[in-house]
């Protein structure tokens, strides 16, 4: 039995996410556990997991710590939550830290 394509048939041809798109994706992932499987895709999307500037909106304080310790990225969202004083230590600009905390904690 012969197959034959109909005249309206088009061959679906691959497209490729660039950078800057693929890292808006890698923002919006839920956890720590996604950025490992996101980062596994390929080459591409690892480079664009590390070129990040800063950490995805987490849920947890453990995948920001994480996050932060493995990719060092130059800004910590830390979306509220308690994040270790070392990574703070570490990076250039802090977003969205209970500043209460810190400042009773040193005195």
């Known amino acids: 039995m012969k197959v034959t ?3 309206n048939y088009k061959r679906r041809e691959m497209k490729q996410l660039d950078m800057v798109y693929l ?6 992932v839920k956890d720590m556990n996604d950025i490992k499987n996101v980062e596994m895709i390929n080459k591409k999307c690892g480079a664009a997991i ?3 500037k ?9 995948d920001v710590n994480q ?3 493995i990719f060092n990225p130059p800004t910590c969202n830390c979306n ?8 703070l230590m570490k990076v250039e600009n ?14």
């Open 94 to 107: 802090i977003r969205n830290y209970i500043f209460d905390r810190f400042v009773f904690s040193t005195t």
């Open 50 to 52: 590390h070129s990040l």
């Open 5 to 7: 394509k109909s005249t």
């Open 54 to 62: 800063v950490n995805p909106w987490f849920t947890s304080e453990k």
């Open 67 to 69: 996050f932060c310790r």
């Open 80 to 87: 509220l939550l308690p994040v270790d004083e070392s990574i």
């Open 23 to 28: 890292m808006k994706v890698a923002l919006h």
